[in-house]
């Protein structure tokens, strides 16, 4: 029975005492709304009745508000179209608009985490039943479900079958990896496993959008077949390796996060002090939610890092952004049984599974050296600042303008204005009129009055620019994104932090008692598979 099906029969209130017509206005809201045309989905999305509905609440649900009491910023369509259109990146190739200090594999990364921490994987009868999700959801948590689904006994289809289990009749503790397509450079298995037509089959469908992180997903999944055949081939391993692999693996992946990828994006310091004085503004009762003031804004700073071209491998050392989704089963042309033969290429790419020439070459996207062959430049992310390539003005499909997206979805969330975020955070510097309204930008957002009182996601990255030159966030963002990143962590009764004290990493790194996202690659070793 639907939700509206429900609604029309005479009931007054439904979960937590709420207006019947507040949760009929959730029937479609509840269900995933999408981000992209022809992008992936998955889980819910937060919407301004449910946050108002729920404001105050310690434990609110799927999602809440780190500032309940601060005023919304109601801002008209035509101030924000004037705002989004002054932050594109005029000039995408330009070496001064280079972040040097975060390689642009952690653009990538960074959208991996964030489809790991906002997976429900709920089903929709469930979300009927208690469309708000108070206390029966998974709330956000950095625990790889995105990879582990509902682990080999809800998810056979995600793992290889065990060849010592009565000739491979049954699953074993390690993931399927899929084969590449052989495009002259050999056999590989460098891609995401796939169904007879192409469809990824993986935990979170959304991570096959874009190559960059489909291929982040297979050196996950490649991270955690190469931990159990470490624990495998110690000489007592556990009974259940795939148990003690997946703790491992998460733990590891926990510490990268908040020790590698937090880190180089906030203020020096600031993720230590958080850790040890504890969070004064993202607080719950014992459930974790996820902030809509990080969600809708502070966390959207991956888009001002993104690469109008991309030195992918040997084959392609200039890959415009816009190739990295046509080398996809969800938004691209990877059909697997369905590709003729021979296969087509861009504009109307159809391969059946991804060709061994579009294979990641890592060391192009992270810092690890000459690993794999002669020496290559890195990519680096842009820098955290106001301005957007330009493919991200004009998304595929009818998209539209992705900045102004993400402004009218601060004001349709009822989010708070920048300066009062930071006025509410006793920020000892804050920005100034001037500053904001300084740059091309500025005075675009000068004119519209907004340099007064300005959108949060805006003010975040402008931040970042005024204070650090885009290398990393201010105090603002800084705040937000640590707190509740260690937040989540803290959240997660699995967690290292809930269940070893002074717990530290102990898989080969390159410094001892550290894991970072490099380590990770170096572990699975597999960093370069075409070659120079």
Known sequence: MSLKTRTTTAKKSGPLGLPIELLATLETK??????????GVAGRHATRQLLDALSGNKDPGMFGRMFPKLPALAISDEKLQALADAMIDNDPNIAAGNNPKIPAGFTYLGQFVDHDITLDLTSLGDKEKDPLGIENFRTPSLDLDAIYGLGPDGGPHLYARNPGEGSGRKHGPKFLIGKNFNSGEGAFRNDLPRSPEGFALIADHRNDENLLVAQTHVAMLKFHNKVCDRISADPNPPADVFAEARKLVTWHYQWMVLHDWVERLTEPGIVAKILHDGRKFYRFKRVPFMPVEFS??????GHSMVRQRYAHNRVFTAADFFLFFEFTGLSGGLVGDLAPTPPTTPPNTAFPTLPSNWIID??????????????????????IDPFLASSLHGLPGGGGNLAFRNLKRGVNLGLPSGQSVATRMKIKNPLT????????????AKAKGLHTSTPLWYYILKEAKVRHNGERLGPVGSTIISEVFVGLVQGDQ?????????????LPSKQAGNFTMADLLRFVDDVNPIGD
């Open 30 to 39: 509840v269900q995933a709304v999408k981000t992209t045309p022809g992008h």
């Open 296 to 301: 809708a804004a502070a966390y959207r700073l």
């Open 362 to 383: 890592w060391r192009r996207f992270h810092e690890l050296g000459d690993m794999g062959g002669a020496h290559v430049e890195i990519n680096s992310s842009r820098r």
């Open 433 to 444: 009129p001037d500053e904001i309204a300084s740059g091309t930008d500025g005075a675009v």
């Open 494 to 506: 699995n967690s290292y932090l809930w269940q070893r004290a002074n717990w530290k990493p102990t």
